[in-house]
């Protein structure tokens, strides 16, 4: 069976950081693409980033450039979300996928995490 687990959520204020994880269990994640999205309430889930299986090709959504890092270790089988210079509009549950291809929609993600809270405060 198929398991993400995200970690590293939390309370942050506006321009601090945090950096969340994603490990996957059940199989060898080396060959898939992986990404993250994120859902606010009353929102649909909208793409965040990407990187390929071998971490050499990344995507960003452009409200997130320059921003976030998303980087990967497959000996670890876990993706990594780097989130610098935080906004209050990026207050959402973030979620990371897996698949065979990366793209920027939720319909080509069989593999899903439980998604972890991440909310930017004064």
């Known amino acids: 069976q198929v398991q993400l687990v995200e970690s590293g959520g939390g309370l942050v204020q506006p321009g601090g950081s945090l950096r969340l994880s994603c490990a996957g269990s059940g199989r060898t994640f080396s060959n898939t693409a992986m990404a993250w999205f994120r859902q606010a309430p009353g929102k649909e889930r909208e793409f965040v980033a990407a990187?390929?299986?071998?971490?050499?090709?990344?995507y960003y959504a452009d409200s997130v450039k320059a921003r976030f890092t998303i980087s990967r270790d497959n000996a670890k089988n876990t993706v990594y979300l780097q989130m610098n210079s935080l906004k209050p509009e990026d207050t959402a549950v973030y979620y990371c996928?897996?698949?065979?291809?990366?793209?920027?929609?939720?319909?080509?993600?069989?593999?899903w995490g439980q998604g972890t809270q991440v909310t930017v405060s004064s």
């Open positions: 996928a897996a698949d065979a291809v990366a793209t920027m929609y939720t319909s080509n993600y069989r593999y």
């Open positions: 990187v390929y299986w071998n971490g050499g090709r990344t």
